[in-house]
T-cell receptor
Framework: KQEVTQIPAALSVPEGENLVLNCSFT??????LQWFRQDPGKGLTSLLL?????REQTSGRLNASLDKSSGRSTLYIAASQPGDSATYLC??????????FGTGTRLKVLA | EAGVAQSPRYKIIEKRQSVAFWCNPI?????LYWYQQILGQGPKLLIQ????????DSQLPKDRFSAERLKGVDSTLKIQPAKLEDSAVYLC???????????????????FGQGTRLTVV
């Protein structure tokens, strides 16, 4: 049974800092891993999807890496801004193509 | 391209009442998911459909929750009777999987709706 864990649960950083969010999963037989952003009271916005054959994906200031053998993915945010404040969720897609989510990292970027 | 549509956005009901949520996935998406997200937690899969068939409903509390996907397009999720612990955001998502494109990785990308926030008082 796939289990997904995210560390840290919460993070508060000053504006401009580079930061790393961590995601680990127990079953390495995944199709892909997807990172989402969730603003308070809102749905999930897809940020990056990494296919199981890939090592990383980049979009603007975001870079996500995947190491299937160790069951880990990281989301790197460069030059953080107050507008980046949100909850970040990772989810693995495996088995019958279902997504299993971590509990999220609540990020606050201070101006 | 229109995204995943959900309604209503908010619902407040008393315990023991019934409630229904509606989801319209992205056109052409064969797989539809319903997730429950309790405050402070990650989303938990309730049920997964591929076209109009159920793929996984192992975490759906079947004594009170039901879901259907008529004609393999729109879906409704119902709770009857509601309990206080059902207060949560209910998220619907869809993906191309099963739509005849083969199981390539990119076709597995999931797109989520805005969710329905349910408060049971």
């Amino acid at each position: 049974k796939q289990e997904v864990t995210q560390i840290p649960a919460a993070l508060s950083v000053p504006e401009g800092e580079n930061l790393v969010l961590n995601c680990s999963f127990t079953d390495s037989a995944i199709y892909n891993l997807q990172w989402f952003r969730q603003d308070p009271g809102k749905g999930l916005t897809s940020l990056l999807l990494i296919q199981s054959s890939q090592r990383e994906q980049t979009s603007g200031r975001l870079n996500a890496s995947l190491d299937k053998s160790s069951g880990r993915s990281t989301l790197y945010i460069a030059a953080s801004q107050p507008g980046d404040s949100a909850t970040y969720l990772c989810a693995s897609c495996s088995g019958t193509y279902k997504y299993i989510f971590g509990t999220g990292t609540r990020l606050k970027v201070l101006a | 391209e229109a995204g995943v549509a959900q309604s209503p956005r908010y619902k407040i009901i008393e315990k023991r009442q019934s409630v229904a949520f509606w989801c319209n996935p992205i056109s052409g998406h064969a797989t539809l998911y319903w997730y429950q997200q309790i405050l402070g937690q990650g989303p938990k899969l309730l049920i997964q459909f591929q076209n109009n068939g159920v793929v996984d409903d192992s975490q759906l509390p079947k004594d009170r929750f039901s879901a259907e996907r008529l004609k393999g397009v729109d879906s409704t999720l119902k709770i009857q009777p509601a309990k206080l612990e059902d207060s949560a955001v209910y998220l619907c998502a869809s993906s191309l999987i099963g739509a005849g494109y083969g199981a390539s990785y990119m076709n597995t990308e999931a797109f989520f709706g805005q969710g329905t926030r349910l408060t049971v008082v």
